[in-house]
C-alpha cells in the first residue's frame, strides 16, 4: 500500500517517517486557540482575592473592588506604569485559571494570553525604573518555564536581578532552574550571591541549607556537578 501524507501550513505528515517542525506547530496551535478563549478580566471577587492587593485599585479592576483610593494616588506611588498594570494582573488571572482547566491545550492558551498581557504592559511602560518590573520579569519567566521554554525564562529572571540586584525571587528561581539542570554548584552560587545581595533574605538561607543538606560537603564546596 502507498504511503499517504498530507500538509497543513507546510508541516508534512506521513506515516512512518513523521516530519513537522515541532516550533512551528507549537506556534500555530496557540494561534488557533488564541482565537478561541479570551483573556481573563477579572469578573469577581473571588478571582480578585487570588491576586496581589495592589490589583484592586488598577484600571477596570478597581470596579470590581470599590477601591475608594483614587487611581492617581496609585500612579504617584507607583509610577505612570500602573496605568497598564491591570493588563498585568488580567495575565495572573489568566495563569491562575490555566490551573483548573482539565484540558491542556485550553490551559495552555491561558497561559499564551498570560504572556500577551504582560507583553502589553511592558510594551507600554516607559519607565525603565517602573515599580514593578522586576516582579513582571520573574512572572514572565515562570509562564515560560510552564511553557517548556526555560532558554527564553532565565534571561527575564537576569533582568529582574539587574534591574533589582536585591530582588530574592529571581535569585530563587534562577537557582531552581540549576537544581532542575543538575548543576547544583551553580545553584548553590545563585543562592549565596542572592544572600549576599538581598541583607540575607531568610527564604534564600532556607533554600541554600535545604541545597547543602542534600549534597554534603561538595555542596559547600560549590564542586557538586
Not at 491576586?51 to 509610577?79: F, H, M, N, W
Not at 532558554?151 to 532542575?180: G, H, Q, T
Not at 545553584?187 to 527564604?203: E, F, R, Y
Amino acid at each position: 500500500m502507498a504511503k499517504r501524507s498530507f500538509k497543513i501550513n507546510n508541516l508534512v505528515f506521513g506515516s512512518g517517517e513523521t516530519q513537522m517542525n515541532i516550533k512551528k506547530l507549537i506556534v500555530l496551535l496557540a494561534l488557533f486557540f488564541a482565537t478561541t478563549v479570551q483573556a481573563d478580566n477579572v469578573e469577581s471577587v473571588s478571582e480578585l482575592l487570588r491576586l496581589p492587593a495592589y490589583c484592586k485599585g488598577t484600571q477596570q479592576i478597581r470596579e470590581i473592588s470599590g477601591d475608594p483610593v483614587p487611581i492617581e494616588e496609585y500612579i504617584k506611588r507607583y509610577g505612570l506604569g500602573y496605568n497598564h498594570l491591570h493588563h498585568y494582573c488580567w495575565a495572573l488571572n489568566s495563569e491562575n485559571n490555566a490551573v483548573y482547566m482539565s484540558d491542556r491545550d485550553l490551559a495552555h492558551s491561558k497561559i499564551f494570553h498570560a504572556i500577551s498581557d504582560i507583553d502589553y504592559v511592558l510594551r507600554n511602560n516607559h519607565d525603565p525604573k517602573f515599580f514593578f518590573l522586576p516582579e513582571i520579569y520573574v512572572s514572565k519567566a515562570r509562564i515560560l518555564f510552564k511553557l517548556n521554554q526555560p532558554d527564553d525564562a532565565v534571561p527575564w529572571l537576569k533582568k529582574a536581578i539587574a534591574l533589582r540586584p536585591n530582588y530574592s525571587p529571581a535569585y530563587a528561581r534562577i537557582s531552581d532552574y540549576y537544581v532542575e539542570k543538575g548543576d547544583k554548584a551553580e545553584a548553590v552560587k545563585i543562592l549565596k550571591q542572592g544572600i549576599a545581595k538581598s541583607n540575607k533574605s531568610d527564604m534564600l538561607i532556607h533554600r541554600l541549607r535545604e541545597l547543602e543538606s542534600q549534597g554534603g560537603d561538595a555542596a559547600k564546596s560549590g564542586k557538586i556537578k
